[in-house]
């Protein structure tokens, strides 16, 4: 089972990136996928999540707005929008799929991760 995060790169501040987040060997289907995001020196925060059912949404107060999350079942990728960046936006970002229902806002509910891709916003 692997993830494999893409899409990072260095941007002005006001610009946009968008993440992507392939899995191979299954299907992640029914498996609520997130991302993450780890700034030097900080501990690993939650950026936005979206359930396999309903695909309902959730976002870090930081980044709603400005953020949006959404998955192509059919590929078996989940995407991150990322407009209006700002230089705290600065971080590894990361995609997690976790097999447990409910909120994606807890990292300890998350099965598998990718290996992180790096966004970096100048100002």
């Known amino acids: 089972v692997q993830l494999q995060a893409s899409g990072g790169g260095l941007v002005q501040a006001g610009g946009s990136l968008r993440l992507s987040c392939a899995a191979s060997?299954?299907?992640?289907?029914?498996?609520?996928m997130g991302w993450f995001r780890q700034a030097p020196g900080k501990e690993r925060e939650f950026v936005a999540g979206?359930?396999?059912?309903?695909?309902?949404?959730d976002y870090a107060d930081s980044v709603k707005g400005r953020f949006t999350i959404s998955r192509d079942n059919a590929k078996n990728t989940v995407y991150l929008q990322m407009n209006s960046l700002k230089p705290e936006d600065t971080a590894v970002y990361y995609c997690?799929?976790?097999?447990?229902?409910?909120?994606?806002?807890?990292?300890?509910?998350?099965?598998?991760w990718g290996q992180g891709t790096l966004v970096t916003v100048s100002s």
């Open positions: 997690g799929a976790g097999r447990l229902s409910g909120s994606t806002k807890e990292l300890t509910d998350y099965d598998y």
């Open positions: 060997g299954r299907t992640f289907n029914n498996y609520k």
């Open positions: 979206i359930r396999w059912s309903f695909y309902r949404t």
